[in-house]
């Protein structure tokens, strides 16, 4: 059976010019409430003396951490940094202090599995060439006030590799994106260049292949989006985000999504599972 494609010519022509492309209202305002709701719920239930991770861009901290390995087919919870005062206990309620949950809340949780599962997400992804797509994580993203950290300059393709290369990040606001609470912003066309180096997992740990090379920032344009829109990011695309230093939270859901028709998942990312996900969708 196929599925038909969500996206016009025009769009079509901006996410591959560009290297992204903004949709709003991608998500209706019940979805949204859903979602967030059901988020409080998990957070409500965690018991946060048992187990959990710092998340950092900046210093990969958990590169050694089960965890975080473990996390690739649970759901998982993961400290802001700065969440935590000098005598090692959290400076504010658990709710404030969350950097991410993942990574396989699509899988789950039934909820998000429906939304993730649902059509407008299959026709999406159809738009972009997929046959087989599967998502490989998953994240509801916090982006808390005052001390939502940094994710530095990257490609996501570093981190959710096949070969060849199809990750495509499915990004979904569910607050209010801007420059003052710590919107996304990328270098447009930079996804040509191709992809500058992989997250590697290894005996010891997760570590990067090659140096990180600068940016200017003028190359950046800032992507600000409404409660609801989607942007879908090219698995090569700089893209980057800044600490969040104001009084109002960014919340996010976010997806990485592969192809398993002809493209063969990497021995050596950090994600390894003993079965892959359920495809979104299968074309004959």
């Not at 159809?126 to 530095?152: A, C, D, H, N, T």
Request: net charge negative; proline share 5%; glycine share 8%.
């Amino acid at each position: 059976m196929g599925i038909t494609g969500s996206l016009t010519p025009d769009q079509l022509q901006f996410f591959h010019s560009q290297g992204y492309l903004v949709i709003e209202s991608f998500a209706n305002e019940d979805e949204i409430r859903g979602l967030r709701k059901r988020m409080d719920e998990l957070l409500n239930q965690f018991d946060c003396s048992v187990s959990s991770s710092i998340f950092s861009t900046k210093n990969q901290k958990h590169t050694t951490d089960n965890y975080f390995f473990e996390s690739a087919e649970k759901i998982s919870f993961f400290f802001e940094e700065k969440a935590f005062g000098h005598d090692g206990k959290l400076k504010q309620p658990k709710e404030l202090s969350i950097n991410k949950v993942g990574h396989a809340l699509h899988e789950l949780d039934p909820l998000y599995k429906e939304f993730t599962y649902s059509s407008k997400f299959s026709s999406l992804v159809s738009s972009l060439g997929y046959k087989r797509p599967v998502v490989m994580q998953s994240m509801y993203i916090f982006k808390q006030p005052g001390i939502g950290g940094e994710v530095v300059p990257h490609q996501d393709n570093s981190f959710v590799y096949t070969d060849p290369q199809s990750c495509t990040g499915l990004w979904i606001a569910l607050e209010d994106s801007t420059t003052v609470n710590g919107c996304l912003w990328a270098i447009p066309g930079s996804h040509k260049n191709g992809l500058v180096r992989r997250f590697i997992r290894g005996e010891n740990g997760i570590t990067f292949d090659q140096p990180s090379p600068s940016y200017e920032q003028k190359d950046f344009v800032s992507i600000e989006m409404k409660a609801g829109s989607l942007i879908a990011i090219h698995g090569d695309l700089i893209h980057q985000s800044f600490e969040n230093l104001s009084s109002k939270s960014r919340h996010a859901y976010s997806l990485h999504v592969v192809e398993s028709d002809g493209c063969k998942w990497a021995k050596d990312n950090w994600i390894q599972r003993e079965k892959m996900p359920e495809p979104l969708y299968v074309l004959p």
